[in-house]
């Protein structure tokens, strides 16, 4: 017989230290719920209960669950080769195809490939390399990483520094130097602390196109150009972290395109496999990888064991090709429209709602006490909406970062105009029940 889910609770306090979590929490509740199957934009738990799934678990199951095609992709290329050594002059099919598409879709020069494990690994991949690129330009002093507050870009030791939100610094106490912080949507602040710094300790400044686990938070449509012209203007790389934006997110390829802005770096993770395999990297433009071929005098001294793993490649592939078959990026813009609607409502209709934004599938709702004074309340109710939402099936977050009082959804690209009215109309019932009380 298998295990009774007190069993599997038991051992769960016992031996899984949970990733992001209360360990209190876990100890006194147990595991809230053990998940055992995913079905399109739906998870189900080891009772039988089903939830949308409106995060796309963190925010990367772009193609949704239970996709077959992946895992024959995976079966397929683990039966014939599951790894091989990428290190030196040693190469894979799966690779180097993955690594010429993504040259292919991105915007502008973006042309060169590093692969990681996920999205920490690629962000401290790229602050390695951009350090590495200015060491052999001779300008050495060039290793400052500017970021935004509000920022997250993992926990790896460098992009734990990088990250603006700051439970995540604070957890450990000694970060990584030379990373500083903008505010995140002021670009006369970036000139401010470019000027502050000096502009000959820069490096590099990184920015997420739409700010994810901060807060869904939307630059104006200006900053990024304006960004890009102050990175030129100082000499200093633009690093684009599109790793949740990234594979048709807010509707486009990328979330930059918004902006029409190149960036000199692309770091990417999530939706390149939509969570069916781990893999990351960063992508380079022609001009940044010809230099560094060029100026290069010995070994590239970075690489993981896994970088450029062939399964979780061939996963990558069996994966974009979903994406452009069944048009999701399309998909995703035309849904975005229709969750951009239901927010709104939501903002009109409901006193607790003090303001919404969405840009494709990525959104939030923000709560206020009195929509008039903008007052909050004295204590989040983000967290209590989330477990509300979680009773009746639907998946979300909380942000209370910052004191944020907000909630945020990002389903799968997969979502239809009816699965978007459920999570409006299963939100909407929630409020009216929190505005009763
Ligand atoms: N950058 C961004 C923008 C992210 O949202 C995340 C993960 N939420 C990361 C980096 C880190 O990625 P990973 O968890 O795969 O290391």
């Known amino acids: 017989m298998g295990k009774g889910i007190d069993e599997w609770i038991d051992l769960d306090k ?3 230290i949970h990733p992001t979590s209360s360990l209190k929490q876990q100890q006194t509740e147990g595991a809230a719920h053990i998940f055992t199957k995913g079905k399109d934009i739906y998870l189900y738990d080891i009772n039988g209960k089903k939830f949308i799934d409106a995060m796309s678990s963190l925010w990367n199951v772009n193609i949704g669950h239970g996709r077959e095609e992946l895992a024959k992709a995976a079966f397929e290329q683990m039966s014939k080769l599951a790894f091989s050594s990428c290190f030196s002059t040693f190469s894979n099919e799966p690779a180097i195809e993955l690594a010429e598409k993504l040259a292919s879709i991105t915007q502008g020069d973006l042309n060169a490939v590093f692969f990681t494990s996920g999205g920490s690994e690629a962000n401290d991949t790229a602050y390695k390399l951009v350090r590495h690129y200015w060491i052999l330009k001779g300008e050495k002093a060039r290793k400052k990483i500017i970021s935004r507050t509000k920022s997250y870009h993992g926990v790896a030791l460098g992009a734990t520094s990088a990250t603006g939100l700051k439970p995540f610094r604070d957890f450990t106490n000694s970060l990584a130097p030379d990373f500083c912080y903008t505010d995140h949507l002021s670009a006369k602040s970036l000139r401010d602390v470019i000027e502050k710094e000096g502009p000959e300790t820069v490096a590099a ?10 807060g869904v938070h939307i630059a104006s449509p200006n900053y990024f150009a304006e960004v890009r012209k102050i990175c030129d203007e100082y000499r200093i790389l633009f690093i684009a972290d599109e790793v949740i934006t990234g594979f048709g997110r807010t509707g486009t390829y990328f979330g930059m395109e918004h902006y029409g802005i190149v960036p000199d770096i692309v770091c990417f993770a999530k939706g390149v496999t939509s969570g069916y395999a781990q893999l990351g990297g960063v992508i380079l433009s022609k001009s940044l990888h010809e230099q560094l071929i060029e100026l290069s005098t010995d070994t590239l001294f970075h690489g993981y064991t896994y970088s450029g793993h062939p399964a979780a490649c061939a996963v990558a592939l069996k994966n974009i090709e ?11 813009e035309k849904m975005g429209k229709e969750l951009l609607k239901g927010l709104k409502q939501l903002e009109l209709t409901r006193g607790i709602v003090g303001a919404t934004r969405s840009l494709g599938l990525m959104g939030a709702i923000e709560f206020v006490k009195h929509k008039e004074s903008n007052e909050q309340f004295e204590k989040p109710i983000a967290p209590l909406i989330v477990k509300e939402a979680l009773a009746k099936g639907l998946i979300c977050r909380a942000v209370v970062f910052d004191s944020q009082d907000t909630i945020v959804l990002a389903p799968p690209l997969t979502i239809n105009e009816n699965e978007i009215e459920k999570i409006i ?3 909407d019932d929630i409020l009216i029940t929190f505005e009763k009380k």
């Open 205 to 214: 400044f990184i920015a997420e196109p739409v700010q994810g686990a901060g």
């Open 322 to 332: 979903i994406i452009e078959r069944e048009n999701l990026i399309d998909n995703a």
């Open 425 to 427: 109309e299963i939100i």
């Open 14 to 16: 016992r031996h899984f």
